[in-house]
């Protein structure tokens, strides 16, 4: 007799995948787990945090790396949802509205880290002189998001200094001291003095992201983000209604397009991008399509251009690295690269140039 599989501390909305006979059933209660809960909460912080649209027609080399580093979050889930799976015992997932909401946020950070390391470390820096000093302090605010100022604002009820005020109490007085500008790297730096100055012009708490924003004009450190570095709201992504019917179908319209656009790329474009198990516009993995009736593994191995049986053999592989997929190819591992780009610069001009014609249209349509 088989042992029953202690589900206790687990999500009760993971139960029915983790419990599903193996084959279809599991893989149909996966895709509702990704689409139907972790899709809104991942699209909706990557949009805010990023300030990018995810839609394919927007070409911009900003909305392709959010649309990218959608995908790798979603597989990244759905790796750890099978891995719960497999070890119920060993694997658990408390929340799983929170645990996607984290993984986004969390991948958002690495981003800007990597985007702009130089506002990163002016960030850590303060951050940590705050933290060890005496004078000041950092906390978390009602709100949640992270203010700092003097030890003494923090259990008062003063008011918050905006942003545009303080930038105005700075240059206004134009008296920065001599001794607080810059001369070569900025973490030789010590903030003491440069903060005293600030919340002396704030004469109230400050948004940390304000901070950085201010200190990073005097000192001239480039490579600054528009968003905020922070933790964000959780409870406001889950909150939130579910994304509209009528939205939700015209995302199935443009799937549709997208995937003729797809079947018509030249063959080692599309095999490069295929193999990797996303669409083009980075929405989800490549095995949600045949769920959502755009195509079949059948027809996904054609366009591949890989003998169905074996393309069934290969589909638990996927996604394949890029020297696996250059070794298919007779390619490169820089060419596989390279076409899976152009593939994706290639569609986003069609959807852009199919969202206009329609556009358009419709213009024409209400006249």
Known sequence: MQEPVNLDGIDPLLHSFILSANGRDTEDQLVALII?????????IIRKRLRVSLRVSGGSEANQEALELAGDVRAAIISELQEVRANPKQRIIVDFRHYVAMKAYLSCADYFRARHPNR?????MLRHHLKKSEEFAIWEGQDRRWLCGMRSWQNDSVQVCPLERLRSAVELDGAIPGGLLPSGDFARHSPAELLAFVFDKAVGPVQLDHLVTVVAGIWDVRDLPAESYDDGH??????????????????????????KEVCSLPALQRSA??????????????????HLGIATKEEIAELAGIPYMEFVELWNELPLDDATIAKRLSVTRQQVINLRKTARERLARRMAALEASRTETALRGNK
């Open 36 to 44: 139907e809960t972790a899709e809104p909460i991942l699209s909706r």
């Open 120 to 124: 990163w470390r002016l960030k850590a």
């Open 273 to 290: 991008l295929l193999l990797s198990l996303r669409d083009a516009k980075g929405g989800g993995v490549i095995a949600f399509i045949p």
């Open 234 to 259: 959780l409870e406001d992504t889950l909150q939130t209604p579910a994304q509209p019917v009528d939205e939700l179908m015209q995302d199935r319209c443009n799937l549709e397009r997208l995937w």
